[in-house]
């Protein structure tokens, strides 16, 4: 299937995304953005998402991308990129009111309930699969480069067990188009900023292992957020740089939102399905890397996650 056969006679295509988009979320949706504003020029295309972090203002077109939207208006497609429509947040409603839905995604958690879903769970990463879904041709350097950093954060710069070769073909293929790749990933995936790499420290030394030392876990509260200004978009790679720990099966990492209530990130070497224990909260992911929102004390979280995952170890 490609993408274009799907949007025949659309004269209104809206394109969305999870809330707190990720790498992949953002070089996706404006992938595909830039894609259908070339082929399809008589159509009026628009992306909604939250704010991207400043690191992908090296996207063309990025301050396009619509933060809020126009009760009045309904467009004949709506396409929601890397996540369930549930996590579309602000924009549900847009997407409900669609003439018809596209989903396209990698998540296992993703069971696909639009007209048209194209869910493919071996897939790195949504911008991968988006890959395929156009035409070769047509992707020019712009496209090229919103694609590959899509790909870069879901693969950890290809780190991950989720490359495959095609992946490393794709990603070859992309890289021809000129764009400074290196750059790409310095930019986007490893340059932090001196209070990032400060709360990451801070996150890292107050972590605890448990469970025989398989598991870790660190919290940021409300207050440390404020003693180091920064948001929840400083705090990406914590989870991971926890998970790099010799020895551990899985890293948990929560932040404060709210008043008991949690985000949650859940990574693990596979010895984990944390894609099964985030949606036994309400979330969902991948095996390797999911994620869910908790309500309760984070010591209530840690109690309650630690019985999944101490199932899991006894089912070993
Ligand atoms: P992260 O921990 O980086 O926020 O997310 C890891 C993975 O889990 C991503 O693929 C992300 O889309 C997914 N994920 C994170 N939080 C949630 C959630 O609350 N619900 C669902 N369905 N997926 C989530
Ligand atoms: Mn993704």
Same mark, same amino acid.
């Given at each position: 299937?490609?993408i274009?056969?799907?949007?025949?006679g659309?004269?209104?295509?809206a394109?969305g995304?999870?809330v707190?988009?990720?790498?992949?979320?953002?070089?996706?949706v404006m992938g595909?953005?830039?894609y259908?504003?070339?082929?399809?020029?008589?159509?009026?295309?628009?992306?909604?998402?939250?704010?991207?972090?400043?690191i992908?203002d090296? /996207?063309?077109r990025?301050? %396009? /991308?619509?933060t809020?939207f126009?009760n009045k208006?309904t467009?004949?497609?709506?396409?929601a990129l890397?996540?369930?429509?549930?996590r579309?947040?602000d924009?549900?409603?847009?997407y409900?009111?669609?003439?018809k839905?596209?989903? !396209?995604?990698?998540? !296992?958690?993703?069971t696909g =309930?639009s007209?048209?879903?194209?869910?493919?769970?071996? #897939?790195?990463?949504?911008?991968?699969?988006?890959?395929?879904?156009?035409?070769?041709?047509?992707?020019?350097?712009?496209?090229a480069?919103a694609?590959? /950093?899509?790909?870069?954060?879901?693969t950890?710069v290809?780190r991950?067990?989720?490359t495959?070769? +095609?992946?490393m073909?794709?990603a070859?293929?992309?890289?021809?188009?000129?764009?400074d790749? =290196?750059?790409v990933?310095?930019?986007?995936f490893f340059?932090k900023t001196?209070?990032?790499?400060q709360?990451?420290? #801070?996150?890292?030394?107050e972590s605890?292992?448990f469970m025989? %030392? +398989?598991?870790i876990? =660190?919290?940021?509260? +409300?207050r440390?957020?404020?003693f180091?200004?920064v948001?929840s978009?400083?705090?990406?790679?914590?989870?991971n740089?926890?998970?790099?720990v010799?020895?551990?099966d899985?890293?948990?990492?929560?932040?404060?939102?709210?008043?008991?209530?949690y985000?949650?990130?859940? #990574?693990?070497?596979?010895r !984990?399905?944390?894609?099964?224990v985030?949606?036994?909260?309400?979330?969902g992911g991948h !095996? #390797?890397?999911?994620?869910?929102?908790?309500?309760?004390?984070y010591h209530?979280n840690i109690n309650?996650?630690?019985?999944e995952?101490a199932e899991q170890?006894?089912?070993e």
């Amino acid at each position: 299937m490609k993408i274009i056969d799907e949007l025949q006679g659309a004269e209104t295509i809206a394109i969305g995304g999870h809330v707190r988009p990720d790498g992949d979320c953002v070089g996706s949706v404006m992938g595909l953005y830039l894609y259908l504003c070339k082929e399809l020029p008589e159509a009026k295309i628009d992306v909604y998402l939250e704010k991207p972090a400043e690191i992908f203002d090296c /996207i063309s077109r990025i301050k %396009d /991308i619509k933060t809020e939207f126009n009760n009045k208006i309904t467009y004949d497609v709506f396409i929601a990129l890397d996540t369930v429509p549930e996590r579309l947040g602000d924009f549900v409603p847009l997407y409900e009111k669609a003439g018809k839905t596209i989903n !396209v995604d990698h998540h !296992v958690s993703n069971t696909g =309930s639009s007209d048209v879903n194209v869910i493919e769970p071996q #897939r790195s990463s949504t911008a991968e699969l988006l890959y395929e879904l156009m035409d070769a041709e047509k992707i020019d350097e712009q496209i090229a480069m919103a694609i590959y /950093i899509g790909i870069i954060h879901d693969t950890g710069v290809f780190r991950y067990s989720n490359t495959s070769p +095609r992946t490393m073909q794709i990603a070859s293929e992309l890289i021809k188009f000129g764009f400074d790749h =290196s750059k790409v990933c310095e930019d986007t995936f490893f340059e932090k900023t001196y209070l990032q790499t400060q709360i990451m420290g #801070r996150a890292v030394l107050e972590s605890m292992r448990f469970m025989q %030392d +398989r598991c870790i876990v =660190s919290v940021v509260s +409300r207050r440390m957020m404020e003693f180091y200004q920064v948001t929840s978009k400083d705090l990406d790679g914590i989870v991971n740089q926890l998970q790099s720990v010799k020895g551990i099966d899985c890293a948990i990492f929560m932040y404060e939102t709210g008043t008991l209530e949690y985000k949650v990130s859940l #990574r693990s070497n596979g010895r !984990v399905d944390v894609s099964a224990v985030a949606a036994k909260f309400g979330g969902g992911g991948h !095996v #390797r890397a999911a994620g869910c929102t908790m309500n309760g004390t984070y010591h209530d979280n840690i109690n309650n996650l630690s019985i999944e995952i101490a199932e899991q170890f006894r089912n070993e």
